[in-house]
């Protein structure tokens, strides 16, 4: 992965080539490209507004043609006497190809290699055969690309082999899965970013961390070289993307600690995938508040605890239909009954209080999750009296978070309580998830059962059950 470089060279708007202004683009994962440059592209730097450009285009001191694309602000610096100086964020770059504007930004393919996906997809393709200290060779077998066909994308996992000669006696093998997303036409970049953000969340669920972008790259007929035998050639051209901070350190992962992996799910893959797409419309909230609290782990405990009861809650009122404890017609009756005894400068009052009252209540949809998942639950609310329990803690808490009530502040978890509460209500929403995707029950129960991080809960439920709890 390339943690960060610069370029110098000369750096240009499209519509202005003539006016080059020599500069150095710096990119690191977290901080984005940054283009530092001598001088400006406008004229009166710092003193007028001018909307900031879609693309700039550069040519390094090495030939290398760059296109950066995304305005994200400027800073001028004018100095006097010297020189002027302006920095400008963008958000994408373009390695090898100038895209002359926003529309041209369009492509046949996007490929991206996902922090775990290796592990995810679980080949091994190289095999070791030695005979020290007279040999030692190893074999590498490309695994045969995943293909599969969606309705407006063809979804494949692809291997990839880079071999790196350094010096004499120092060969280096590495081996990649990229995730590769091609439209039956073409699509503009950011539209195949959209799309394959769904199809990191899916992943993300499956190896329960967050994932990031190490290699991005994309391919267009448009750019087209020709080859040492006269072919011609459509390269693929390298993307450097802004990345979300890199909170946790990567480690080798073992089966255990995913929710499930790929050969876990290859009989079903595509019908997974397809239903993990079918739901992001009616349940995008839901896996933004989900994905928001476990991609950040430096959110407070408060605010993870309220991204999931959220979720839930959200979860309950878009998938159920039954969400209302009066029918809606009869409680409309009700309410009008009720505004016409109100005093007429009260009544905006008390419509605004009443238009949600008919809404079942977060106990009522916590304990509808629970119950239509019964048989998974089990794996750590065993019994009426630990469902009644955790129940009783998630509302308590909420209500105390939401309006600070002393009254409700001994009854609400705090420190380590609430982290084995957040747990409990993170387990509850993967259930959610992967029923929605098609994952039977027995599998769940079981991949909740052995994961590495659950595996405490498990104990401390086997261990409440033996004493009668």
């Given amino acids: 992965m390339i943690e960060s470089f610069e370029y110098k060279g000369f750096w240009w708007l499209p519509e202005n080539q003539e006016r080059k202004i020599a500069g150095t683009l710096k990119y690191s994962p977290e901080d984005g490209p940054i283009l530092e440059l001598i001088g400006s592209f406008w004229d009166l730097p710092g003193l007028q507004k001018v909307k900031g450009p879609d693309i700039i285009l550069g040519k390094s001191d090495n030939g290398i043609l760059i296109t ?67 040999s030692y060779k190893v074999h590498y077998q490309r695994p045969e690309p995943l293909i599969i066909e969606l309705k407006e994308f063809k979804i494949s996992l692809e291997p990839e082999l880079s071999v790196n000669h350094q010096r004499a006696g120092d060969i280096n093998l590495k081996y990649f899965v990229y995730l590769k997303i091609e439209g039956n036409k073409k699509y503009h970049f950011e539209d195949l970013m959209n799309f394959m953000e769904k199809l990191r969340n899916f992943i993300s669920l499956g190896v329960k961390r967050p994932i990031y972008s190490n290699r991005v790259k994309v391919k267009t007929d ?99 239909k039954e969400s209302y404890s009066i029918n809606p017609k ?8 009720i505004l016409e005894v109100i005093p007429s400068k009260h009544k905006n009052t008390f419509k605004g209080k009443l238009e949600y009252a008919n809404k079942y209540s ?75 995707i098609g994952i039977d029950s027995e599998y769940i129960l079981n991949a909740l059962k052995r994961n590495t991080e659950y595996q405490e809960i498990w104990t401390k439920r086997l261990k409440a059950k033996q004493k009668g709890h």
Wanted: proline share 3%.
């Fill in 330 to 337: 009869e409680f409309g009756e009700i309410v009008g009954k």
């Fill in 68 to 134: 950066l694309f995304g305005y994200g602000g400027r800073k001028d610096e004018i100095s006097w006497p010297g020189f002027s100086r302006t920095t400008v964020r963008m958000q994408v770059i373009f390695m090898g190809y100038h895209f002359l504007k926003r529309e041209d930004l369009v492509f046949d393919s996007l490929s991206v290699n996902y922090s775990y996906l290796n592990d995810w997809c679980g080949e091994y393709p190289f095999s070791v055969d030695w005979d020290l200290p007279k």
């Fill in 362 to 436: 977060l106990r009522k949809r916590i304990k509808g999750i629970i119950r239509n998942n019964s048989d998974i639950v089990e794996f750590y609310l065993s019994n009426n009296s630990q469902k009644n329990s955790f129940i009783n803690k998630v509302v308590n808490t909420r209500n105390y978070l939401t309006h600070y009530d002393e009254k409700l502040k001994n009854n609400a978890a705090k420190g380590e309580d609430l982290y084995w509460l957040n747990l409990k209500l993170k387990i509850l929403v993967e259930i959610v998830f992967m029923k929605e």
């Fill in 222 to 320: 448009k750019y087209v070289i020709k080859g040492h035998d006269g072919k011609e050639l459509n390269p693929l051209i390298d993307v450097f993307v802004k990345k979300r901070r890199k909170e946790y350190k990567e480690k080798t992962l073992i089966p255990s600690d995913f929710l499930f992996s790929f050969h876990d799910i290859k009989a079903q893959f595509k019908n997974c995938l397809e239903k993990w797409i079918e739901i992001d419309d009616l349940l995008k909230p839901v896996k933004d508040l989900y994905f928001g609290a476990f991609c950040n782990p430096r959110m407070f405990l408060e605010n993870k605890f309220l991204n999931l009861v959220q979720a839930l809650e959200t979860y309950h009122s878009r998938r159920y």
